[in-house]
């Protein structure tokens, strides 16, 4: 996505003209071009060759043998003056949990556990942009609004070549005519063919507020700036999206060191922090695709003509709202993990 957008910018600079369907691809496929990116780093990762991984769990275990050696002491010092008890018995779960996610094939399990909450909130992220709202799929919503409004920049920026026509001028057959408005009809009929094949390629509907050339087709004045802010606003967009991707990879990086901290024995448990991050950055991605559905079902309900107000609202003001919303619920989980924690442990162990 981004070389389509370095090369949206470099025609729209050096010529004045654009390729729609390259900037289309990416505002359609944005998300899912920066989700694939990290496929091979998942499969690795489950496969059990990610090297970054490995080395994580190398350490932990290391850190892991001397903390359960020092349990160890405390423990069988226990036994032998209790003997064998419930107690005694529960206090060997977690440290022999943490032994075998982190000894058995190189962390095998617990990038397998990684994984599945990765899959989770990836399956959930799907069913939200599933969910139809006035006759029309979120996903749907956001890929239709997309492509309209991308075609609406292209066209926005290509009419600006029909300005440095005359208004005046003669044909082959000595008629007067109108170069300029002609040169405007040319692009406008181009812009609609190409749009609806798009759309007949791409499988997306059309919607009665569907975007229309000819309602821009004298609002050329601003289109270089409206153009450069689409720009930044599709790249703040796919910014966050990476980052969100980047942060899910480094939550299962940093699996092993949580899972080994947490053999501590006074205060929350950090594995509870790790499992709340998770949940976390899931509200995340489940927030951000919500208010981003809505607001470009909106669009496909209303009449809307401005090419910035749904990339203003992924690149901005989703991610605000999401973030929000996913720290939110990661704290309260957190907390909730933590209560639960030292409830269940005053129980079983006094």
């Given at each position: 996505?981004?070389?389509?957008?370095?090369?949206?910018?470099?025609?729209?600079?050096?010529?004045?003209?654009?390729?729609?369907?390259?900037?289309?691809?990416?505002?359609?496929?944005?998300?899912?071009?920066?989700?694939?990116s990290f496929n091979q780093d998942w499969q690795?990762?489950?496969?059990?060759?990610?090297?970054?991984?490995?080395?994580?769990?190398?350490?932990?275990?290391?850190?892991?043998?001397?903390?359960?050696?020092?349990?160890?002491?405390?423990?069988?010092?226990?036994?032998?003056?209790?003997?064998?008890?419930?107690?005694?018995?529960?206090?060997?779960?977690?440290?022999?949990?943490?032994?075998?996610?982190?000894?058995?094939?190189?962390?095998?399990?617990?990038?397998?556990?990684?994984?599945?909450?990765?899959?989770?909130?990836?399956?959930?992220?799907?069913?939200?942009?599933?969910?139809?709202?006035?006759?029309?799929?979120?996903?749907?919503?956001?890929?239709?609004?997309?492509?309209?409004?991308?075609?609406?920049?292209?066209?926005?920026?290509?009419?600006?070549?029909?300005?440095?026509?005359?208004?005046?001028?003669?044909?082959?057959?000595?008629?007067?005519?109108?170069?300029?408005?002609?040169?405007?009809?040319?692009?406008?009929?181009?812009?609609?063919?190409?749009?609806?094949?798009?759309?007949?390629?791409?499988?997306l509907s059309s919607y009665s507020n569907s975007?229309?050339?000819?309602?821009?087709?004298?609002?050329?004045?601003?289109?270089?700036?409206?153009?450069?802010?689409?720009?930044?606003?599709?790249?703040?967009?796919?910014?966050?999206?990476?980052?969100?991707?980047?942060?899910?990879?480094?939550?299962?990086?940093?699996?092993?060191?949580?899972?080994?901290?947490?053999?501590?024995?006074?205060?929350?448990?950090?594995?509870?922090?790790?499992?709340?991050?998770?949940?976390?950055?899931?509200?995340?991605?489940?927030?951000?695709?919500?208010?981003?559905?809505?607001?470009?079902?909106?669009?496909?309900?209303?009449?809307?003509?401005?090419?910035?107000?749904?990339?203003?609202?992924?690149?901005?003001?989703?991610?605000?709202?999401?973030?929000?919303?996913?720290?939110?619920?990661?704290?309260?989980?957190?907390?909730?993990?933590?209560s639960s924690g030292r409830l269940i442990s005053?129980?079983?162990?006094?």
């Amino acid at each position: 996505m981004l070389n389509n957008l370095t090369n949206f910018w470099y025609l729209l600079a050096v010529t004045g003209d654009t390729n729609a369907e390259d900037i289309v691809d990416g505002a359609i496929n944005g998300s899912r071009m920066v989700v694939s990116s990290f496929n091979q780093d998942w499969q690795d990762l489950a496969n059990g060759n990610s090297e970054v991984f490995k080395a994580v769990v190398a350490v932990s275990a290391l850190c892991g043998v001397v903390f359960v050696s020092f349990w160890s002491i405390s423990w069988y010092s226990r036994l032998i003056q209790e003997g064998f008890s419930h107690e005694i018995l529960n206090e060997m779960v977690y440290p022999l949990l943490v032994c075998l996610m982190l000894t058995v094939n190189n962390g095998q399990l617990l990038a397998t556990t990684s994984l599945m909450f990765r899959n989770v909130a990836v399956n959930l992220n799907d069913k939200v942009l599933s969910i139809t709202r006035n006759g029309i799929t979120l996903r749907d919503a956001i890929r239709t609004a997309n492509m309209d409004q991308a075609f609406a920049i292209s066209v926005q920026t290509q009419l600006q070549e029909c300005e440095k026509e005359p208004e005046n001028g003669v044909d082959d057959q000595g008629q007067k005519i109108n170069p300029r408005e002609i040169c405007r009809d040319e692009k406008i009929n181009q812009a609609k063919n190409n749009a609806q094949k798009y759309k007949e390629k791409h499988g997306l509907s059309s919607y009665s507020n569907s975007w229309n050339p000819l309602d821009i087709a004298g609002q050329t004045i601003n289109s270089m700036v409206q153009a450069l802010s689409w720009i930044i606003f599709s790249g703040l967009q796919a910014a966050f999206q990476y980052v969100v991707q980047v942060a899910f990879l480094l939550n299962a990086y940093i699996a092993p060191i949580f899972l080994v901290l947490s053999l501590f024995p006074f205060g929350a448990k950090p594995i509870y922090a790790w499992v709340a991050g998770w949940l976390a950055l899931t509200l995340v991605l489940m927030s951000y695709s919500i208010v981003c559905g809505m607001a470009a079902s909106a669009i496909v309900n209303a009449s809307n003509n401005n090419p910035l107000f749904l990339q203003l609202v992924q690149a901005i003001l989703s991610p605000i709202l999401a973030l929000a919303m996913g720290s939110g619920g990661g704290m309260a989980a957190f907390s909730c993990f933590s209560s639960s924690g030292r409830l269940i442990s005053g129980r079983v162990f006094r």
